[in-house]
């Protein structure tokens, strides 16, 4: 980390106000000062290699940037730097495609509160190496349009953001900031309007019925868009028929294995049945053939999940200095509670629903993963995108596996794979230097350096210094 840091440093001072000054002339100075690494052709060198296509790690590569792009990357004896390049030598270092975040809100919550976080969420996942975010479901959706576009224009420093709409809710459902839909003619017309004012995205919520839920996909289909959902009154096997893109949560939020659910209704708990549920099964086995079939995604939440677990997760002393005094302690008082109160039908879930995602991947599903930075608090934008790669390993998954779920099927989904997602030649130079090895300690996906996006390499701990003491309020 030292070494690397002075490195950047010098290549800093050496480059600012020369060529490179250009592509980074039209932006603002709150973006410009976490730019660390800026030039026209940019080296890294003798580097560990994740490249998201889910290969194997590859030792000693070299990565040359040029114009933002990708130019060439293979082993080092066989790339051929371009003269005047400047070279980051990384030994001890590992380089991962950007994040692609899939479940990746602008807005917080702990149990007492809920806050826009228009100024730290953005800075919190470009300094984790979040590159790209979908924000599924916005509480605030023009706050979310206003703050893409600050990005967008070099006004702010943030990930590239695909936008959601407002939750679509049921018309009996709960949710303050969510629209409640009345019927499918009312489905079509809200997502009609946002779809005019930028949303790509809709994400139905748990207390949607099938008809509402059915117009809503059609609308957004006919207008090129696409639908995820939180269900529950709808179960994933019906979602499918309905024709929905994505389903984010996985295993905790499926009524498929709920044989007294009601039709159009959320059962109460639906515990019993999740625990029950033979994941060999045909029940298990029916809904991963629906999803395959149909080509609908999964998007994995583990790190917000895990929040209910008694005795999880190790407390992130990063989350401690970056949280306002009223969310921490509200997070860390919620946190008391639940080792007191928890209960191990949680705890055994959680593992189940680890195995079920691993079971949908191995049945061929697509895989995607989000921090969801809601619940109780503990899951930071950023910080919680890195504990899904903890627990994606936990879960069962190689490393390269998780990396190709955390950036390539993200990119997928939202139809960029051609442009981002894999460390490959041509493609968009969104890249995360890591000081480690995440392949023999998880962990290490913590310690990002430097983060590239669109060749420009942000200063990670600046970032993250840039919020302390703020997140959870503004
Ligand atoms: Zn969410």
């Not at 003798?46 to 998201?52: L, M």
């Not at 139905?204 to 996909?217: H, S, T, V």
């Not at 029916?286 to 939440?301: E, I, K, N, W, Y």
Request: net charge negative; glycine share 12%.
């Amino acid at each position: 980390m030292r070494r690397i840091m002075s490195v950047a440093m010098t290549v800093a001072t050496v480059t600012i106000g020369s060529a490179a000054a250009q592509t980074t002339g039209s932006l603002s100075q709150q973006v410009r000062e976490f730019i660390i690494i800026d030039g026209p052709v940019i080296a890294l060198t003798d580097v560990r290699v994740i490249d998201g296509t889910g290969g194997p790690p590859r030792e000693g590569q070299t990565i040359v940037i040029a114009d933002g792009r990708i130019q060439q990357v293979g082993p080092s004896h066989s790339v051929d730097v371009p003269r005047g390049a400047q070279r980051l030598t990384l030994g001890g270092h590992t380089v991962i495609p950007g994040i692609v975040g899939m479940h990746n809100h602008t807005f917080y919550t702990t149990t007492g509160r809920s806050a826009q976080l228009s100024f730290s969420a953005p800075r919190l996942y470009l300094a984790s190496g979040v590159t790209t975010i979908r924000t599924t479901g916005s509480s605030s959706p023009y706050a979310e349009l206003n703050l893409k576009r600050d990005i967008d224009r070099g006004r702010a420093p943030g990930p590239r953001m695909h936008i959601t709409g407002p939750y679509l809710q049921g018309s009996s459902g709960a949710g303050g900031d969510m629209y409640h839909i009345t019927g499918p003619e009312d489905a079509r017309r809200v997502v009609a309007y946002w779809a005019e004012e930028g949303a790509t995205w809709f994400k139905a919520y748990n207390q949607i019925g099938r008809a509402e839920l059915g117009a809503a996909i059609e609308e957004a289909h006919s207008r090129g868009l696409k639908v995820t959902g939180h269900l529950c009154s709808v179960s994933f096997r019906e979602a499918v028929a309905l024709g929905i893109d994505n389903i984010e949560h996985g295993f905790f939020t499926n009524t498929d294995y709920d044989p007294d659910k009601p039709d159009d209704t959320c059962p109460m708990d639906f515990r019993d049945a999740l625990m029950e549920v033979d994941l060999d099964g045909p029940e298990v086995q029916a809904t991963f053939r629906d999803m395959v079939g149909s080509g609908v995604a999964m998007t994995s939440t583990l790190a917000v999940y895990e929040l209910f677990v008694p005795g999880r997760p190790p407390i992130d002393e990063r989350m401690i200095r970056a949280l306002a005094d009223g969310p921490r302690q509200e997070y860390l008082r919620t946190r008391e509670q639940l080792d007191i109160s928890g209960t191990t039908s949680i705890s055994r879930i959680f593992r189940k629903a680890m195995d079920y995602e691993r079971a949908f991947v191995n049945a061929g599903g697509l895989l995607a993963a989000g921090v969801d930075p809601t619940g109780n608090g503990g899951a930071l934008p950023g910080f919680g995108d890195q504990r899904n790669y903890e627990l994606l390993i936990e879960a069962g998954f190689a490393p390269e596996e998780v990396i190709q779920i955390m950036s390539a099927n993200g990119a997928k989904i939202l139809g960029v794979d051609d442009e981002l997602g894999t460390i490959e030649v041509g493609k968009i130079a969104d890249l995360v230097i890591i000081d480690g090895n995440p392949v023999s300690n998880p962990r290490d996906i913590r310690n990002v350096t430097i983060v590239f996006k669109d060749g420009l390499g942000y200063d990670s701990p600046r970032l993250i210094e840039s919020v302390r003491g703020v997140v959870g309020v503004r």
